[in-house]
């Protein structure tokens, strides 16, 4: 027995010095604590200088307690020194406690660009009495104000636009009131006055797909469109008006090429730009519309459709060939009244693109001409040689 217990004793003795060892080394090694957190401070900090508003913290002696880089983008501040424009609406909230706004044009420091920055103005109280600061929150408006003078200038367009039509209304119905005695002036009158409300419910109708195109409406569902359908369908409305002006329409071979889209809009959207083509285009000239297929020809590189309309034209000088996409532009206004134009049918062929995932682009040349080709994403992608050619507008119009 006391051999059994003086190795049991033995073997408790080696158990209990092991333990204590791995005790020992557990204590001495490095606890694992995981990721290190970011402290509220630190989290702070990275709010504020992340922040896609410019913020700036400003006592009442002007100095700069704090400023983000977005602040700094605007600037802002330069130095440690806040824009006087904003220090004046800082005064005032310093002084008054009342919050307000400035509005400033400031150039952006990244591309030197003249950007709108609204900037509200509010009041902080310190713990002391007299301890106050104003706190300068920024932000970039220029789409904004772009979108709202877009707004103005589209309403007085209109207003003035729809305002000639209905005055020569009422003085043509004046004119046949007067003139119940003279069939002949009771013809001429009454013409003018079916010519002036035909251009009116013209412009209507446009004003109104103008906005459901730009999302007043829901756009229909999207369906596989024949484009020989589309283009034949076109020429066939703009037959009459190209011989009324002595114009030749030159349309090339059918392609058998599909596009996924709405038949009504790309229709509205192809006669729009062959009515636009005969109206520039001399008597005794052509009008060419030609359709190919092209691998990578879409906005993003994938397959497209290209149907273009040429004309023989007084062509478009490079300053305007950015603006004639937009409401009401007229290169030759004279020549708009003359033909009923309303200043509306590019911008609704822009959209009409844009709606379908495509674009519209625009070569001429004063002079010789213009080419308009709309470019529609393909429905599959397109045979190679199926129609296909190289870019050659100026070749056509030479």
């Known amino acids: 027995m006391t051999v059994a217990l003086c190795v049991v004793s033995a073997l408790a003795g080696a158990l209990i010095g092991w333990l204590a060892r791995r005790v020992r080394q557990r204590v001495a090694a490095p606890v694992d604590t995981g990721p290190t957190r970011m402290t509220v401070a630190e989290l702070n900090r990275a709010v504020v200088q992340e922040s896609p508003t410019g913020l700036v913290v400003v006592d009442r002696f002007r100095d700069v307690i704090l ?28 002084a008054t406690g009342a919050p307000r706004t400035v509005e400033l044009t400031v150039t952006r420091r990244a ?30 408006d220029t ?61 209507v109708n446009e004003l109104i797909a103008l906005s459901r195109l730009q999302g007043a409406e829901k756009l229909p569902d999207l369906g596989r469109v024949e484009v020989d359908d589309i283009v034949g369908e076109a020429v066939a409305r703009a037959q009459v008006s190209a011989e009324a002006n002595n114009i030749s329409l030159i349309v090339d071979q059918p392609s058998g090429l599909e596009i996924r889209g709405d038949d009504t809009l ?33 906005p993003d590189g994938t397959p497209s459709v290209e149907i273009a309309v040429t004309d023989r034209g007084i062509g478009i000088a490079p300053e305007d060939q950015e603006r004639v996409f937009e409401r009401f532009f007229r290169v030759d206004k004279a020549r708009s009244r ?10 609704i ?15 001429s040349k004063p002079g010789m001409g213009s080419t308009f080709t709309l470019v529609l994403p393909a429905l599959t992608a397109p045979v190679s040689g199926a129609n296909e050619h190289d870019d050659h507008s100026e070749d056509v119009l030479r």
């Not at 052509?286 to 297929?293: F, G, L, M």
């Not at 003359?338 to 911008?347: C, D, H, I, K, S």
Request: proline share 3%; charged share 20%.
């Open 67 to 94: 400023c983000n880089a977005r602040a700094e983008a605007f600037s802002l501040v330069r130095e440690q020194l806040l824009d006087d424009r904003v220090w004046n609406a800082v005064s005032q909230v310093l």
């Open 111 to 140: 591309d030197r660009a003249a950007i709108a920055v609204r900037c509200r103005v509010d009041l902080i109280e310190g713990t002391a009495p007299d301890e106050r600061y104003a706190v300068v929150y920024a932000d970039d």
């Open 143 to 203: 789409e904004n104000q772009r979108m709202e003078a877009t707004r103005r200038d589209f309403v007085a367009n209109v207003s003035h636009e729809l305002k000639t039509p209905v005055g020569a209304i009422g003085l043509l119905s004046e004119a046949l009131l007067e003139s119940v005695d003279d069939p002949e002036a009771v013809q001429h009158f009454g013409s003018r006055v079916l010519v002036e409300s035909t251009r009116m419910g013209n412009m």
């Open 266 to 298: 790309l229709l509205t959207a192809l006669s729009n730009l062959i009515s636009n083509a005969i109206a520039y285009s001399p008597q005794n000239t052509q009008v060419s519309i030609s359709r190919r297929a092209r691998p990578g020809g879409g």
């Open 338 to 347: 003359m033909t009923g134009g309303t200043g509306l049918g590019l911008a």
């Open 349 to 363: 062929v822009k959209h009409v693109a844009a709606n379908h995932g495509g674009a519209i682009r625009l070569w």
